[in-house]
């Protein structure tokens, strides 16, 4: 599993010209589900996003999670996260399909929640226009292989 966390002031996800999810401070989430990901993966991943210290303390050092901060998160799938850029032209086949996707993507969300954190969301395989205010701006990436 693959993410990239962006600290943000506000971010919001629109399907259709309609808002699906907006937040305030915190973290926008785009996810990437791999085919060989499991729930344990989903659970570990989540629990390093809700643990991560990058919101500034007041001597302006980033020692502060989002409980801390009473932030919350804006997670959107994203399988080109998986891209193979071998070629210009990349490929997706490194992405897991929707079926095995579609489930480590909400069980990710369910433990956010389950820590007590607001979850909102994009559409899984919708397309989506994803607005953030970079906070920092801080960007960090994570691959469950790697932790």
């Known amino acids: ?40 993966q989903a659970d570990k991943m989540a629990d390093k996003i809700c643990g991560l210290r990058i919101f500034e303390d007041e001597n302006e050092k980033m020692n502060l999670n ?45 433990e956010c929640r389950r820590r007590g954190f607001p979850v909102a969301h994009g559409e899984f395989g919708a397309d989506m226009q994803v607005y953030s205010q970079n906070d920092g701006p801080v960007t960090i990436w994570l691959d469950t292989d790697a932790m």
């Open 1 to 40: 599993m693959r993410a990239v966390v962006t600290r943000v002031k506000e971010a919001s996800v629109t399907i259709g010209g309609a808002v699906n999810g907006q937040i305030g401070q915190g973290f926008l989430v785009l996810l990437g589900v791999g085919p060989q990901d499991t729930p344990a």
């Open 66 to 110: 989002l409980e801390a901060v009473g932030g919350s998160l804006l997670v959107v799938s994203q399988f080109t996260l998986y891209a193979d850029t071998k070629s210009r032209r990349p490929g997706f086949t490194g992405a897991a399909k929707p079926d095995t996707a579609i489930p480590l993507y909400e069980r990710f969300m369910a």
